[in-house]
């Protein structure tokens, strides 16, 4: 499937180029408002493009230069929605025999393969059940099977647990990719959520403010963010300027210590566990120490990250005994260490 569309909505101006091949997970991840759900309605048929056009299989779904545009119902394309939008008056059979139905299957025929769908994503002993008397993840199930069973060339799931609780979404995460796995067309995922994505997608493709910002597997991502938003995702500090030898100037005017650095415009990453900190200056000449403000700490598991600000604001891991240690809570000055081999280095 290959896509180049451009729309304007409200304050949203999307304006994105996709190509995802058939047979793998794609992630769409990126904040909300970005523009994630407006591309999946375009995908699906519910919103025309102002520009563009969308292909799939070799048919074209939408060209605006021709005015072709094939509707919703037309097209190979199921949609799992983020509230799953399953008839409240209908069983699970019901529900999943609907989309066959709308396509022309014969009703007999429509229960059956209905009921074959039930049975692959283990719910077969509630196919007389209303949505009423379903759990979310039950409910999920029937939603994908729903989708699954009119045999579509493009899945799309549109934050597909994001109406589950804590405690259901692991198991039903675990469920939904061993059903995607066992699905050989083209499958895009849309989320907000880094684990969502991380866990289902082998690809991922960041849209920020309407515009792809980044695109790679979810290591080369984690790796190598490109972007504010990317960054705190993966849980690290991200800062940009330009390499000057084995220095980084930082565009506020800091000078980071950081072997290699090259030239040129540069990101330069540093992982929270990498920052130590001081209540007292350090002895000595640590190639990279500052001064700045214990301004906010965060318990995320077993570590602490501390938020510093000061001439480069950062983020420090640390544990809760040295928090306790170094009386952290209390806020206040405290001197920041990164060791130069700590800092990574690439192209932006």
Known sequence: MSAQVRVRLGTLDLDVELDVPPGRIVGLLGPNGAGKTTLLRIL?????????RVVLDGRVLDDTATGEHVPPEARPVGVVFQNYLLFPHLSA???????????????????????????????????????KQLSGGQSQRVALARALATEPRLLLLDEPLAALDASTRLETRRALRRQLEGYDGVRLLVTHDPMEAIALAERLIVVEEGRVSQIGTPQEISERPRSRYVADLVGVNLFRGRGAGDEVLIDSGFRLVAPGAGRGEVFAVVHPHAVSLYRQPLIGTPRNVWEGTADALDLEGERVRVRVGGPLPIVAEVTPAAVADLRLGEGGPVWVSVKATEVVVYPV
């Open 44 to 52: 699906a048929g519910l919103l025309p493009p102002d520009e563009g």
């Open 93 to 131: 059979l019901e529900n999943v025999a609907f989309g066959l139905r709308s396509r022309g299957v014969p009703k007999a025929e429509a229960r059956a393969r209905a009921t074959q769908w039930l049975e692959r994503v283990g719910l077969a002993e509630y196919r007389g059940s209303k949505p």
